[in-house]
C-alpha cells in the first residue's frame, strides 16, 4: 500500500468517526491539497476518493474520467454514478472548509473592499446568494445607478421589482419608495420588543430565500444573523449539529428530521446565529 493510501484511510476513519467534524475536514482539504501539488498517478488515484468524500463530484468524475482503467467494470460504475450526480449538482454541495478565524477576518475586510455596506443580520449576503454578481452592472430600480451587486431574494412589494441594490437596501429607501418588506413581520421568533430591532430586520435587511415561507429565527431578545442554507452534513462540520438540536423549537420528530436533511434536499435547513451568546438555531421547511 502506498503512502498516500494510508493516509487517506487514516484521515477517512476519522472523518467517519467525528461525523465530519472541523478537524477531521480541515485535514481532508490539507491532504487534496497535497495530493493535488504533487500530481504523479498515486497520488491521482487517492485524489478521486478525497473528492469523492468531500462531494467535489465534478472534480472527481473529471479526474476517475482522465485516469480511470476504463475496461474495468467496477471503475466503469463508479464513473456512471459519479457522472450522473456531477451532471446534476456539480461540485455544489461540497463539504464547505471550516474556516479559521484569520480567515473570518479576511473575509469581512473583503466585503468592506466590495463596498457592500454591513448588515447587521445578515453578515454575509454574498456567501449566502441573497445578492449576486454582476460584471455588466445592472440599473437599481430604487436609485436607478448602476451596480455591480444585486438583490435576488424575497422582497415583498406590490411593484414588481427587478434590481436593487446593497445601498438601497441598507438605507431603507427601497422598503420606503416600494412600500415593501424583506421579510414578512407574521414570521418571526417571538420574543424581540424592541421596535427599532424589528424596523432594521424587515426595512434595512437583505431576506433569504426558503422553499416556503421564510421565517426570522431569534434569541436573546434580538434577531439572529442569518448564515445560510444548510443540512445535517454541513452542521456537523461547522460543530454545531448537537447545539441547533438543543432547542424547544422542535420536538423529537423535527429533531429526527434535521439530523437527516441534506442540503439542497427535500428537507431544507437554515442556519442562524445569536449575536448575543453566539449559540446557533436553524429552521427548516420542506419543498
Ligand atoms: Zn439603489
Ligand atoms: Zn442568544
Partial sequence: MNEYLKQYIELQKQFRETEGNPDSVRALYSFKEE????????????????????DFKKDACELLCQIGNLSDKKTLRRLGILKDYAKRWGNH??????????EKQKEKERLAQLGLPVFRYHPNPLETGAFEK?????????????THIFYTAPFFAVDDIEYLCPECIASGEAARKFD?????????????????????????????SGWQQEYWRAHC????????????????????????????????????????????????????RCLH???????????
Fill in 221 to 272: 431578545r434580538d434577531y439572529c444573523a442569518y448564515l445560510g442554507h444548510v443540512g445535517a452534513r454541513e452542521l456537523r462540520a461547522l460543530g454545531v449539529l448537537d447545539e441547533v438540536l438543543d432547542d424547544t423549537m422542535w420536538d423529537d420528530e423535527h429533531k429526527e428530521m434535521i439530523r437527516e436533511s441534506v442540503n439542497g434536499g427535500h428537507l431544507q435547513c437554515y442556519l442562524f
Fill in 93 to 102: 454541495y461540497a463539504i464547505p472548509r471550516p474556516k479559521t478565524p484569520e
Fill in 180 to 208: 415593501g418588506q424583506f421579510q414578512d413581520e407574521c414570521s418571526l421568533d417571538n420574543g424581540v420588543d424592541d421596535p427599532e430591532k424589528l424596523n432594521e430586520l424587515i426595512y434595512h435587511t437583505p431576506g433569504y
Fill in 277 to 287: 451568546c453566539g449559540k446557533h438555531l436553524v429552521w427548516m421547511d420542506f419543498d
Fill in 134 to 146: 454582476s460584471t455588466d452592472g445592472v440599473v437599481c430600480d430604487c436609485c436607478g445607478r448602476t
Fill in 35 to 54: 495530493l493535488e501539488k504533487a500530481g504523479d498517478g498515486q497520488a491521482k488515484e487517492v485524489l478521486v476518493d478525497v473528492y469523492d468524500l468531500l
